[in-house]
């Protein structure tokens, strides 16, 4: 079965920290690959998407992630945060051969330290 | 409507009860996903429906748990003879058809059986 694993629970950082968040997968054919984020008392909303091409995907708000298949990794990263990016990051994956449930990470609860 | 909306946003119930949730998804979209949110958790799949095809209802956690589709469009979420476990934020999202798509989430509706 699918499985999305973000090992990090709760990061703080302060603010113009670099960050890197993890997410690894567990599928073995062709994933679309998400990151959802949540902030403080609103919806769900896509921060980026890679579904194929170039591996390395950029987002919403100065984020990006990178795709290595071989690690089953799809990692977000921002290189520089700012306390408006307190929020809940998701990261998410589909399999890439059919339309399907999408299945999701635990989370990762980001605080930033102004 | 603009945005995929759920009702109603808050809801108390006793233990034991019934209660039935609902979401609108965007207009057009063919695929509507159930997720429930508790407190600490990812998101934890429930039911997937994808235009006239048979439901995905692999996620629901007990037989208590049902959803339907009706006509395409309005979805509802039963859960019969509530538990306190299952009080968590439900979310409702949509995406149109295919495997390349992001999924839009509502606000969700915060349930609490007490």
């Known amino acids: 079965a699918q499985s999305v694993s973000q090992h990090n629970h709760h990061v703080i950082l302060s603010e113009a920290a670099s960050l890197e968040l993890g997410c690894n997968y567990s599928y073995g054919g062709t994933v679309n690959l998400f990151w959802y984020v949540q902030y403080p008392g609103q919806h769900l909303q896509l921060l980026l998407k890679?579904?194929?091409?170039?591996?390395l995907v950029k987002g919403i708000k100065g984020f990006e992630a990178e795709f290595i298949k071989s690690k089953f990794s799809f990692n977000l990263r921002k290189p520089s945060v700012q306390w408006s990016d307190t929020a809940e990051y998701f990261c998410a994956v589909t399999p890439g051969s059919s339309a399907s449930k999408i299945i999701f990470g635990s989370g990762t609860r980001l605080s930033i330290r102004p | 409507g603009a945005g995929v909306s759920q009702s109603p946003s808050n809801k108390v119930t006793e233990k034991g009860k019934d209660v039935e949730l609902r979401c609108d998804p965007i207009s057009g979209h063919t695929a509507l996903y159930w997720y429930r949110q508790s407190l600490g958790q990812g998101l934890e799949f429930l039911i997937y429906?994808?235009?006239?095809?048979?439901?995905?209802k692999s996620g629901l956690p007990s037989d208590r748990f049902s959803a339907e589709r009706t006509g395409g469009s309005v979805s509802t979420l039963t859960i019969q003879r509530t538990q306190q476990e299952d009080s968590a934020v439900y979310l409702c999202?949509?995406?149109?058809?295919?495997?390349?798509?992001?999924?839009?989430f509502g606000q969700g509706t915060r349930l609490t059986v007490v």
């Open positions: 890679y579904f194929s091409g170039d591996p």
């Open positions: 429906f994808q235009g006239n095809s048979a439901p995905d």
């Open positions: 999202a949509s995406s149109l058809a295919g495997r390349r798509t992001e999924a839009f």
